[in-house]
């Protein structure tokens, strides 16, 4: 199956969620990620602002803050695909970007390498850790800097998705980056092996 057709399969399973199962999923992802110290042993941390049914990762956001950790956010670029990653804090100024997602207005936002953990969203993941996204490619252009690494690697890359969003296999290319992990409602999947997450 193509990734389109599986990203609308994906998209429609992940729509087809009502706000109270959306809301348990939250509470529940966040039990799992404190459980397994996710947020633990970073310092710098991306996230998104959910759009479009994705995850919504609020709890994790104001978790994240609570721990005082750094948060960031994607802010899309004027010309290309490289998002780099605005300071989210509770008095910071937001707009509106070209796809009318919510980004903080920052006037030195960070590239993803200064990440120590990236959060991401997904329409859909495999057992072997690739993700699919929206097809836009800014992620994949965002990180392609990692595919030219053999050890040590920062950002983790750590994607957010229902439990209905996992499938056997994904088609991937050459530039997809695989993730470290997924959070889901009901699990952490790691697919790594180099350095405990």
């Known amino acids: 199956m193509n990734k389109s ?10 729509n087809a969620l009502k ?3 959306r809301r348990q999923a939250a509470r529940a992802s966040l039990r799992l990620a404190l459980r397994h110290g996710l947020l633990l042993r970073a310092k710098r941390i991306g996230v998104y602002l959910p759009h479009g049914g994705e995850f919504d990762a609020q709890l994790l956001i104001t978790q994240i803050q609570l721990m005082r950790r750094e948060c960031y956010a994607p802010v899309l670029p004027q010309r290309g695909r490289m998002l780099r990653f605005a300071r989210l804090s509770r008095d910071t100024r937001m707009t509106r970007n070209r796809y009318g ?3 903080p207005v920052d006037a030195r936002p960070l590239r993803a390498r200064q990440l120590d953990l990236l959060l991401m969203p997904l329409v859909g993941f495999d057992h ?10 800014f992620y994949d252009a965002t990180l ?8 040590w690697r920062k950002p983790r890359l750590v994607g957010i998705a229902y439990e209905c ?3 056997e296999s994904l088609p991937h290319d050459p530039w997809d980056m695989p993730l ?4 889901t409602e ?3 999947y790691r697919f790594r092996t180099r350095e405990a997450l």
């Open 5 to 14: 057709t599986l990203r609308r399969q994906l998209k429609a399973a992940r």
């Open 19 to 21: 706000t109270p199962a």
């Open 101 to 103: 997602i919510a980004e």
């Open 128 to 137: 072997q850790g690739f993700r699919l996204g929206m097809g836009g490619g």
């Open 144 to 151: 392609a800097f990692m595919r030219h690494r053999r050890s």
């Open 165 to 167: 969003q996992r499938v």
């Open 180 to 183: 470290d992990a997924v959070l």
């Open 186 to 188: 009901r699990k952490l």
